[in-house]
Every structure is written in C-alpha cells, then in structure tokens.
C-alpha cells in the first residue's frame, strides 16, 4: 500500500487492497452477487453474473431492473470514495436509470461508473451496464450522493479525524 498522505491515488489504491472486504459489506450487494473487477481514482468497474434468481420475467430470462440498480448505484458510490482524498463513505442522494434494452438471459452485465465532480459535500456519478462493450447498452445512470462524516477508525490520538 502506498502511504503517502499526499498522493491522490491513495484512496484508490486502499480500495483496491480492500475489495474484498466493500463487496462483503453491503447486504443487497452480497445478495446480487456482483464482483468488483477494477478501481481507479474516480472510476469502478465490475461484472455482474447472470442467475435464475435474479429473473425478473421468468418467460425471456431478463434479469429484474433492479439489480441493474443496484449495481450501478454501488459501483457509482464507490467511484465516489476513489475520487476523494480522504477515506469517506457516501450515501445516494439521487440516482436516475434510464433503461436501453433488456439484459439477455444467460450474459454477464458489464458495470462502469466515474465520479466527475467532488464538491465539499456532494459527489457527481454517471455509469453504464452493458453486455461486453458500450456499444450494447443495457442501462446508464446519473447519480448524486452526499459525502458522510468519517466512521470508524479515522481518529488520532488527538482526537482529529485521519485518513
């Protein structure tokens, strides 16, 4: 891990090291079973495996819309925590899906988020689900989401708030 207090790559870097344990901690995440595949600072990717428990529509096999959700909403909340400088965590203020076409029974759904703006308290996201490139869009979303106080373990000893 890179230590540098003063490299804007830090925090992506951290996320990168701990992966494992941002996929575990989000319930609905763990339920839908998507993986994170890449961190950049202000970008996520990820992928999100096809399952008979996710069909929303038994007869075609389409994937319920709501997973598609829920995966961009993680991974643009995420690429909100890439962005920043310090370690903070977000909460969804608004997030908009516009729906291009249903995901195809049996395919992987491809997930891209990037933060584009970081304000004092707010964070700015747009994403994009799709099978294999861009080109075959299933869904895009704009998201907005607060930044939260600092949680656990971002004390000094003197009281002030690090990471």
Avoid at 1 to 18: L, S, Y
Avoid at 41 to 63: C, K, S
Avoid at 69 to 96: E, H, P, Q, W, Y
Wanted: with cysteine; charged share 25%.
């Amino acid at each position: 891990m890179n230590d540098n207090r003063n490299d804007p790559d830090r925090i992506a870097a951290v996320m990168r090291e701990h992966v494992e344990m941002m996929n575990s901690s989000v319930p609905w995440g763990n339920e839908v079973g998507f993986e994170v595949t890449k961190i950049e600072r202000g970008h996520v990717w990820g992928r999100q495996p096809w399952a008979e428990n996710l069909v929303g529509d038994p007869d075609t096999g389409v994937i319920h819309g709501g997973v598609i959700t829920t995966f961009l909403d993680n991974l643009s909340g995420m690429a909100c925590t890439s962005a920043m400088t310090k370690l903070r965590f977000v909460a969804t203020i608004d997030l908009r899906i516009d729906y291009m076409r249903p995901a195809e029974k049996g395919l992987e759904i491809i997930g891209e988020a990037e933060c584009y703006r970081v304000t004092k308290s707010v964070c700015f996201t747009r994403a994009w689900a799709y099978h294999g490139t861009r080109d075959t869009l299933i869904a895009t979303s704009a998201g907005t989401f607060a930044i939260n106080k600092p949680r656990f373990g971002s004390q000094s000893p003197q009281g002030k708030t690090e990471v």
